[in-house]
């Protein structure tokens, strides 16, 4: 895989590389990436990247010379390479597009910064827009990391553990299990007892119905978009039957029965 980033800031995206996950995977040749400062594609003393927008307004939009020649280099450093604008304006990237993205040799993404970059490029270099999210940032910079971070541990042979990006596409409707490590007792509270246990089988469904759980609760709404398991289905009817035991415990008669009993 191939990153060449679009910034005005090069020295943020180099720090994120020479980090991590991502610091190991440059130095395994699972990616190769370099920054563009499209400042040195800027004319004149000042290097001026942005100017006022035409038709008034307030802010500052991004110049399209430099960020035409500047996609002219990265389009020859990366000739395979989709090129993707991080945009509040783009599809919310997920972790389905994560998987699509990881399968293309090269991205270039171009980082705006202002109110954003004059429209011209957009329609001759644009192929695709992201956003990471409905809240506004400062720049694409953020969304392109995040964008590389998520994308980079899906490659082969980035993650130690070969089937632990796998694992998580399988369960990304699931949120996970909750995790624990030593001591025992911290501070008053306990590990559950099951995890202690040795018993392989139990803790695995220990381990699945409590994702299922904190799914239900924190995130409902991904029990909504596709089918539930046998298990899955065999520990919701038992939660529910035990809630119905509950209200019964208390008077009452169901769901559907006035608060407090009648
Ligand atoms: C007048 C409206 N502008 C400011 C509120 C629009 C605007 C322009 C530029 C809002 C944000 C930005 C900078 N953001 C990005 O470049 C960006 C972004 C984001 O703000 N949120 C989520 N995903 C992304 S991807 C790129």
């Given at each position: 895989?191939?990153?060449?980033?679009?910034?005005?800031?090069?020295?943020?995206?180099?720090?994120?590389?020479?980090?991590?996950?991502?610091?190991?995977?440059?130095?395994?040749?699972?990616?190769?990436?370099?920054?563009?400062?499209?400042?040195?594609?800027?004319?004149?003393?000042?290097?001026?990247?942005?100017?006022?927008?035409?038709?008034?307004?307030?802010?500052?939009?991004?110049?399209?010379?430099?960020?035409?020649?500047?996609?002219?280099?990265?389009?020859?450093?990366?000739?395979?390479?989709?090129?993707?604008?991080?945009?509040?304006?783009?599809?919310?990237?997920?972790?389905?597009?994560?998987?699509?993205?990881?399968?293309?040799?090269?991205?270039?993404?171009?980082?705006?910064?202002?109110?954003?970059?004059?429209?011209?490029?957009?329609?001759?270099?644009?192929?695709?827009?992201?956003?990471?999210?409905?809240?506004?940032?400062?720049?694409?910079?953020?969304?392109?990391?995040?964008?590389?971070?998520?994308?980079?541990r899906l490659l082969?042979?980035?993650?130690?553990?070969?089937?632990?990006?796998?694992?998580?596409?399988?369960?990304?409707?699931?949120?996970?299990?909750?995790?624990?490590?030593?001591?025992p007792l911290f501070?008053?509270?306990?590990?559950?007892?099951?995890?202690?246990?040795?018993?392989?089988?139990?803790?695995?469904?220990?381990?699945?119905?409590?994702?299922?759980?904190?799914?239900?609760?924190?995130?409902?709404?991904?029990?909504?978009?596709?089918?539930?398991?046998?298990?899955?289905?065999?520990?919701?009817?038992?939660?529910?039957?035990?809630?119905?035991?509950?209200?019964?415990?208390?008077?009452?008669?169901?769901?559907?029965?006035?608060?407090?009993?009648?």
């Amino acid at each position: 895989m191939q990153y060449v980033v679009l910034t005005l800031f090069p020295e943020l995206i180099q720090a994120f590389w020479d980090n991590g996950i991502l610091r190991r995977a440059i130095a395994g040749g699972a990616i190769a990436a370099e920054a563009i400062a499209v400042r040195d594609y800027a004319e004149g003393r000042h290097r001026v990247t942005d100017d006022r927008p035409y038709g008034g307004g307030c802010g500052m939009v991004m110049k399209p010379e430099p960020l035409a020649k500047a996609l002219r280099v990265a389009r020859r450093k990366a000739p395979e390479a989709i090129t993707v604008l991080l945009s509040p304006q783009g599809p919310a990237f997920d972790q389905a597009m994560a998987e699509q993205l990881a399968r293309r040799p090269g991205l270039i993404l171009v980082c705006g910064r202002y109110e954003g970059i004059d429209e011209r490029i957009s329609d001759q270099f644009i192929e695709m827009e992201l956003s990471i999210g409905d809240f506004v940032l400062t720049g694409g910079e953020v969304a392109a990391m995040a964008v590389m971070d998520a994308v980079t541990r899906l490659l082969p042979g980035v993650l130690g553990n070969e089937d632990s990006a796998e694992q998580d596409s399988f369960r990304h409707q699931r949120l996970d299990h909750a995790h624990y490590t030593r001591p025992p007792l911290f501070e008053g509270q306990a590990v559950p007892e099951v995890l202690l246990s040795g018993h392989h089988d139990r803790i695995a469904r220990w381990r699945q119905s409590d994702a299922l759980w904190r799914t239900l609760v924190k995130r409902p709404d991904l029990l909504y978009q596709g089918p539930l398991s046998d298990e899955e289905m065999a520990l919701l009817g038992a939660w529910y039957r035990e809630i119905e035991r509950i209200i019964r415990a208390q008077g009452g008669g169901g769901p559907d029965s006035p608060p407090g009993g009648g």
